[in-house]
């Protein structure tokens, strides 16, 4: 088994020391392509995985927990992400898997349903559906792990979220692919992490809104990660909470079998 470098949430998600300062000195002149590259510094590139804690409540605030699993790895020889969600509890969805593969424009997801014993491509209306009752899509779980949602994408005015300067990026997307037509993402100038994100299913008010916690966006120079986020689905009235636990970092890497449509449900211990 690999070994596991323990980094405790004060230690950030970083590539290259100085890489996120080096990018904001410059916030006039960002890209899109420069905004993009500066949230992927605070993804872990060799391999890394940890826990989401996914707490929903429904319109009438019943709550239903998961807690899941996630492993990331990008592709050696592209430039191809790769996400394995496993997940643990409860009982009624341990042992369902996804492995989902994006290069940029589009997406291929994997599910492992334990019952079946057996691996399923997720296609059509499937991608965009809201995952184990919660108000997260496949979409919305790459925003929370630091990646722009995958479309034609146009930087704005720049805008504030509770007084912190921000990165406004426009997304036209593929809503067969993510369930919107368009996705607004407000990235922190300081910190390069996703401090909110609003979801157009159609027309100009949005379906959903993603919300960083900044009590729980946390630094150790130069690093940053945001440790909690909510989504609130405005139409139906419901809202999910994400805690996101510390970061495990892999000396020698993932598995590759476990970003494989043969072994991406097997457990890793």
Not at 101 to 129: C, F, H, W
Not at 144 to 149: A, I, M, T
Not at 187 to 196: A, E, G, H, P, R
Request: aromatic share 8%.
């Amino acid at each position: 088994m690999n070994t596991k470098l323990f980094l405790h949430a004060t230690l950030m998600l970083g590539l290259t020391a100085g890489a996120t300062t080096a990018f904001a000195a410059d916030v006039a002149n960002m890209t899109v392509n420069d905004i993009a590259q500066c949230m992927r510094q605070n993804v872990v590139e060799r391999g890394s995985l940890r826990d989401f804690q996914v707490n929903a409540f429904d319109a009438e605030g019943k709550s239903n927990n998961l807690k899941v699993k996630v492993f990331w790895k990008p592709a050696k020889t592209s430039d191809e992400s790769r996400m394995t969600l496993q997940v643990l509890e409860p009982d009624t969805y341990a042992g369902t898997a996804y492995l989902l593969a994006s290069d940029g424009q589009s997406e291929q997801i994997n599910l492992y349903l334990p019952a079946l014993k057996r691996v399923q491509p997720v296609v059509g209306s499937e991608m965009t559906q809201k995952l184990w009752g919660s108000d997260f899509t496949f979409a919305d779980v790459k925003q929370v792990q630091g990646l722009l949602v995958d479309g034609n994408a146009k930087r704005l005015a720049d805008a504030a979220v509770s007084g912190r300067p921000t990165y406004l990026v426009e997304t036209a997307t593929d809503k067969s692919q993510t369930g919107y037509s368009m996705v607004r993402s407000y990235i922190d100038q300081q910190s390069c992490t996703m401090l909110k994100a609003e979801l157009f299913a159609d027309g100009t008010t949005p379906t959903k809104v993603l919300t960083g916690d900044l009590n729980r966006l946390v630094e150790v120079e130069p690093y940053w990660v945001m440790l909690g986020y909510t989504m609130n689905d405005l139409k139906a009235g419901t809202h999910t909470d994400l805690v996101l636990s510390d970061v495990y970092l892999l000396e020698r890497g993932l598995p590759e079998s476990l970003f494989t449509p043969e072994g991406f449900y097997q457990p890793y211990e």
